[in-house]
């Protein structure tokens, strides 16, 4: 059996001291971290700020989220929302409540995660919070980042005949959790089965290990064009152009043969009877950005590989349109947004 140190016997300040020997600092803004009464830093621009709550049987299940991916998981989701104002990340505090059930030994493996993310997105772990939770592991994160004014993307810049874009192919996300709640169902079933996961691999990685899409933000920025508008795909691009279309009141039509899906979503969605254009409408956790240009900047990003043009912006904010492949139009519906009379 692997070690099991509880977290007693190190205490919470010989915790947070293994945390804190395990983290350097890369950000020259990042003054002071993890070790004081609270962090310091120098900004240069314009500071962005968001936290996300992530609980334990709402967000993520330990049966099938080993704690390393759940660890990179928060900070990629977290930062998305960073990317979707087109600011760059600079550093990440996390709060932490822990159940009994966890040793040293697994707070270790989620920030295992915790800080490969920092690595990968050039982020600092500068700081965070302990505390006991009787329900459960309980993660918080903050993001912190930077942008110059004239950066700066909200979601309420979007223009009649502005292109709307996707970064990447959506849906796999939400395939990859059915893949892994039907392998969990068969497990309680039968503890002794093997799982069933070959051909989903693409699918449980965008489950499991999303990236926040900083890549496209700095091609975006090397090109030099500054969307009209931004919104990060967390809880499906319908849902997420509503947000635009409402903020920027202007209207939205899309077509469905330009959606990105891959093939793989298509497959698995195939294999479970579900729709791909459902997974890739109302799916979510694909953290893929949603934004939209001035026509003449299009002509610009259409040289992201990465990047599809989906529709395009219209005057009449009532409108939030799919053009289906056989040209029927549908409204674009989301939980959460209310019917319109
Ligand atoms: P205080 O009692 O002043 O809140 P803490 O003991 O909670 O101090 O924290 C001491 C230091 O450790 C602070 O710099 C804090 O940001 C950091 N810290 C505490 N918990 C975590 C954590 N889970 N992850 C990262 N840093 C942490
Ligand atoms: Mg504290």
């Known amino acids: 059996m692997d070690k099991r140190t509880e977290i007693g016997e190190l205490g919470e300040f010989g915790l947070i001291d293994r945390i804190k020997n395990s983290v350097n600092l890369a950000n020259d803004q990042s003054k002071l971290g993890i070790g004081d009464d609270a962090a310091v830093f120098q900004p240069r621009h314009l500071v962005v700020h968001s936290t996300e709550l992530f609980q334990e049987g709402v967000h993520f299940d330990l049966a099938y989220s080993p704690l390393p991916h ?10 998305s929302d960073i990317a979707a104002m087109n600011a760059i990340p600079k550093q990440v505090t996390l709060g932490i409540g822990l159940s009994n059930r966890f040793s040293v030994e697994a707070v270790e493996s989620l920030y295992e995660g ?3 993310a920092c690595a990968e997105y050039g982020v600092d772990l500068v700081g965070g919070d302990t505390t006991a939770s009787p329900t459960g592991l309980i993660i918080s994160v903050t993001v ?3 942008a110059e004014e004239d950066k700066l993307v909200k ?3 979007a223009k009649p005949n502005d292109v709307v874009c996707v970064s990447g192919d959506l849906g796999g996300a939400i395939m990859g959790l059915q893949a892994l709640e039907r392998e969990k169902q068969v497990f309680l079933a039968n503890p002794g089965m093997q799982p069933e996961l070959e051909g989903k691999s693409y699918v449980i990685m965008r489950q499991l290990k999303p990236s926040a899409r900083f890549d496209i933000i700095h091609e975006l920025r090397g090109l030099g064009v500054v969307p009209t508008s931004m919104i990060d795909c967390s809880d499906g691009l319908s849902s997420e152009l509503i947000h635009l279309s409402r903020q920027s009141n202007v209207g939205i039509r899309i077509f469905e043969k330009n959606i990105p899906i891959d093939d793989e979503t298509y497959l698995v969605a ?12 109302n799916g979510g956790e694909d953290y893929e950005l949603v934004f939209t240009v001035s026509q003449q900047d299009y002509e610009k990003v259409a040289k992201i590989a990465d990047v599809t043009a989906i529709g395009f912006v219209t005057s009449n904010p009532e409108e ?14 989301a939980p959460g947004f209310g019917k319109k009379e």
Request: aromatic letters at 6%; a neutral charge; proline letters at 4%.
């Open 70 to 79: 759940v660890g990179f998981k928060v900070v990629s989701a977290a930062l």
């Open 114 to 116: 915790v800080q490969l």
């Open 144 to 146: 912190i980042g930077e």
């Open 155 to 157: 979601r309420s810049g």
């Open 270 to 281: 195939t294999e479970f009877n579900f729709s791909p254009l459902t997974a890739a409408l």
């Open 320 to 333: 939030q349109l799919l053009i289906m492949k056989s040209e029927q139009v549908v409204p674009l519906s």
